[in-house]
């Protein structure tokens, strides 16, 4: 079956350093790989779309990449501030969207 | 941009009862959806909320336990019926104010716990 795998341990970065985070999908072939962000109690907030034929995209502070031949997304916040804290979700689509369980982040000051 | 609400927020409720959660959208969209959220688990598809007709429901969800109704662009109601402990869940409503699945947006959601 279909799978989104995101690491489900907290990550915990140092304020200023680049956090990187991890989608992995199997026996899959989404036409795009999205991002978004969760705070407690909220719903999610749309944050980047990528799709297969590209490999990097970019904005502001956030970079994600796309690589269909490791199945996998990364998803770079770089110089990280304690307001980036919060869960991340990966979301594939193809003929319909399928959410990962998403990654907590933690920004230390 | 498209903006969400949903009423009620949270709700706790009996066993057996049904709950009816309505979406409201500040401008018309081309679609809404309605997902579930258990604690720690990703989030998944109910079902499409189609404007004028039934709505489609994924794999695992029935129109008898989940009726939905989109009577116009901006306006949508789940009903979570017949409720057991399992149900309690967080439910959220979203919309695609365009073509493409980059301007998906969601509701803050409704938290659901039945007793």
């Known amino acids: 079956s279909q799978k989104i795998e995101q690491n489900s341990e907290a990550l915990n970065i140092q304020e200023g350093k680049t956090a990187t985070l991890t989608c992995n999908y199997t026996n899959y072939s989404p036409a795009y790989l999205q991002w978004y962000r969760q705070d407690p109690g909220r719903g999610p907030v749309f944050l980047l779309l990528?799709?297969?034929?590209?490999k990097e995209k970019r904005k502001e502070r956030l970079k994600v990449t796309f690589d269909t031949t490791l199945k996998q997304s990364l998803f770079h916040i770089t110089a990280s501030q304690p307001a980036d804290s919060a869960t991340y979700l990966c979301?594939?689509?193809?003929?319909?969207?399928?959410f990962g369980k998403g990654t907590r982040l933690h920004i230390l000051p | 941009s498209a903006v969400i609400s949903q009423k009620p927020s949270r709700d706790i409720c009996q066993r057996g009862t049904s709950l009816t959660i309505q979406c409201q959208v500040d401008?018309?969209?081309?679609?809404m959806f309605w997902y579930r959220q258990q604690p720690g688990q990703s989030l998944t598809l109910i079902a499409t909320?189609?404007?004028?007709?039934?709505?489609?429901?994924e794999s695992g969800f029935v129109i008898d336990k989940f009726p939905i109704s989109r009577p116009n662009l901006t306006f949508s109601t789940l009903t979570v019926s017949n409720m057991s402990p399992e149900d309690s869940s967080i439910y959220l409503c979203?919309?695609?104010?365009?073509?493409?699945?980059?301007?998906?947006?969601f509701g803050p959601g409704t938290r659901l716990t039945v007793l």
């Open positions: 979301a594939c689509l193809d003929d319909k969207i399928i």
């Open positions: 401008s018309q969209v081309t679609m």
């Open positions: 990528i799709r297969e034929n590209e």
């Open positions: 979203s919309a695609l104010s365009g073509s493409s699945y980059n301007e998906q947006f």
């Open positions: 909320a189609n404007q004028g007709s039934e709505a489609t429901y």
